[in-house]
């Protein structure tokens, strides 16, 4: 599955998620190879642990069907998963870059049958659902995953636990011989696509998170509402199991303070008024949303979604940043501030509060190999010093599903362009 | 001056020009985005006690309120536990703003005469200005005749046994109340309290005439 015949016409792209699957096929149906790096087992990223989408309301597996479809049939676009960039060397039109791929233990003949996870009884964290459930430490990354195979944990090899796997499987599948292992790409053009992290809520002291159960980031609210997350698509609270009917949403979670996030992400008061939706839709008798916010920045033209769910009637909106959080006999999270229309004091009793994180650049803080230019907040910026390595998504700023493909689809143009240089040079 | 300079400066009122030149960190008014943290964060809030929090106080400055700003015993209930500044997302530097604005309005004499807290400041200085040590026996007898000689003398009953006690214990000397101790050069530090006064009284009037 290592052998690729990459040359410095080629485009790599780091990053499996909707920026970088887009900027990947964007290059691809050009006609430009690509090599497609991506951390996890699966692709998809973040827009997969979505349980819908702003502003239509539509699921995130439709159109991550699309590009999957699109991926499946383009043989110029070669994936790799479980593997990270460990190195770059060279220049515009001439990188090679060192690639680190960790073992799956499942190799390409798995026909995603399930019999392995039937066999494994050791349950580890689940990640997809940011660690609220577990799963089998032989799995499936998440419904829709592509690659459609099977991973075994790292943590079950070497234990009767790995063997009843290879035992169960049917196709030869099972290869628990499988070593990390680094390979060298040759590529003309980098594309970063690398995406953000929720900001860590649990440095905002005074909200609780960590110490109250029922304080819950708006990315694990996600995971609540779906399906195929850890509560069923209940909207359940961590503490007790009930029914979180009241939820209170508390914007700029992190983001615009300047003690956590400069920069304002963009997306988090959709993403909050959006999950209105899923309360008044897993409620619809006695659903009770609160948002608590500086000013709403429904960006761009979803100023018609805002209006929307200002004229519901469960959703009331008040404009204060929480100042703490307490948390009552009964568990409920209790918000205290002023609001500052009429400057009245409250003290509020919620079944469920939901942090409205911000977006942070996974780029920050890690050492990109080769010089990057990034600015104060850690996103890649657009700078000649980073030669033919482009920023995508959200590694270059807070963007909205919409935003992230436009700006994967530019950094998908600015990659050709350098490749068609070098094949003409060399023509 | 930028164009962006100069349309801000059109929503510049007369009056928070003159916090931004006259009071201390004044210039930091204009960054508040009104989010509430700090009055939220503030350990008095929920006892009523003020009656403008922060951020309305600079909302009222940026809206020209010169009189019930300046008039207002809002600021001097802050207790200086900085857990506002701590939590400001714009790290304003409120607590010395408050402090700012209490100290501007009582030196062009807007603040209220009888607010507990200014009352007790100016007593203070008084006091230990005077004889350069505090007097804690004429400092106490100022606080509890502040609202009149019945009020006093009821709050001087009501202490009656700690008074006692004090004495009893040699940390109170009744003899304080006819002079009292000193410091040894007594007009030297009054001289440096004048000269230093003076200095910054130049320094202000100054700055008032732009």
């Not at chain 2, 609202?147 to 008074?163: I, R, Y």
């Amino acid at each position: 599955m290592t052998e690729h015949v990459a040359t410095n016409e080629t485009i790599l792209v780091v990053g499996g998620g909707i920026s970088g699957m887009t900027a990947a096929l964007e290059a691809a149906e050009t006609g430009k190879n690509v090599v497609l790096v991506e951390k996890n087992p699966a692709l998809g990223g973040r827009t997969s642990q979505l349980y819908r989408y702003f502003p239509k309301l539509c699921h995130p597996t439709c159109g991550l069907e699309i590009n999957l479809r699109r991926l499946k049939g383009n043989p110029r676009v070669r994936v790799l998963t479980l593997a990270e960039v460990s190195g770059i060397e060279g220049s515009t039109g001439n990188y090679t870059v060192s690639v680190k791929v960790k073992p799956r233990y499942v190799n390409e003949n798995c026909t995603a049958c399930g019999e392995c996870e039937r066999a494994v009884e050791t349950m580890v964290d689940d990640p997809f659902n940011y660690n609220l459930g577990q799963h089998k430490a032989a799995f499936l990354p998440n419904a829709m995953a592509y690659p459609q195979r099977f991973v075994l944990d790292p943590s079950i090899i070497g234990t009767p636990e790995a063997d009843k796997a290879k035992a169960a499987c049917k196709y030869g599948a099972i290869d628990l011989d499988m070593k990390e292992e680094t390979i060298e790409v040759k590529a003309g053009a980098v594309i970063w696509a690398t995406g953000w992290q929720p900001y860590d809520a649990a440095k905002i002291q005074p909200y609780g998170y960590g110490r109250f159960k029922n304080v819950i980031t708006s990315v694990e609210f996600e995971r609540l509402a779906d399906i195929h997350g850890p509560t069923g698509g209940k909207i359940l609270r961590p503490s007790d199991g009930k029914e979180a009917k009241n939820v209170a949403f508390i914007q700029c979670a992190g983001s615009r303070d300047e003690n956590h996030l400069r920069h304002c992400s963009r997306i988090c008061c959709m993403a909050s008024l959006k999950q209105t939706h899923y309360v008044r839709e897993k409620f619809p008798e006695g659903g009770k949303s609160t948002i608590y916010y500086i000013d709403i920045r429904a960006i761009d033209r979803f100023e018609d979604f805002y209006q929307k769910v200002q004229a519901d009637p469960t959703v009331t909106f008040i404009k204060s940043k929480v100042a703490k959080i307490t948390e009552d006999e009964s568990g409920n999270p209790v918000c205290w501030g002023v609001d500052t229309e009429g400057y009245k004091r409250y003290t509020t009793a919620h079944d469920l509060v939901v942090l409205a994180v911000g977006m942070e650049p996974s780029v920050k803080g890690i050492n990109i190999p080769g010089h990057i230019a990034s600015d104060s907040s850690g996103f890649i910026e657009a700078d000649p010093a980073n030669g033919a390595v482009f920023g995508a998504g959200c590694a270059t700023n807070a963007l909205d599903v919409n935003r992230a493909v436009q700006s994967a689809t530019a950094a998908a143009l600015r990659a050709i362009q350098v490749v068609n240089k070098v094949a003409k040079a060399e023509a | 001056m930028s164009a962006n300079t100069a349309v801000a400066d059109k929503y510049r009122n007369n009056f928070l020009k003159e916090i931004e030149e006259q009071v201390e960190m004044g210039d930091w008014v204009k960054m508040c985005m009104q989010c509430g943290v700090c009055s939220g964060s503030c350990p008095t809030n929920f006892q009523s006690a003020w009656e403008h929090p922060p951020q309305e106080l600079f909302m009222m400055i940026r809206a020209g309120k010169r009189e019930e700003v300046l008039t207002s015993t809002s600021m001097w209930n802050c207790t200086s536990c900085y857990n506002c500044i701590v939590r400001c997302p714009r790290k304003i530097p409120i607590t010395h703003i408050m402090h700012g604005i209490a100290e501007y309005a009582h030196r062009i004499g807007k603040a209220p005469k009888m607010q507990a807290t200014r009352f007790f400041s100016v007593l203070f200085w008084k006091n230990c200005t005077n004889t350069g040590r505090v007097n804690e026996l004429k400092l106490s007898l100022g606080l509890y005749f502040k609202d009149g000689f019945v009020q006093g003398v009821k709050n001087g009953l009501a202490m009656q046994s700690v008074a006692i006690g004090l004495i009893k214990a040699g940390r109170l000397n009744p003899l304080e109340l006819f002079g009292g101790h000193k410091c040894k050069d007594q007009k030297g530090i009054q001289a440096m309290l004048a000269k230093a006064y003076e200095i910054e009284r130049v320094r202000k009037a100054a700055k008032m005439a732009g």
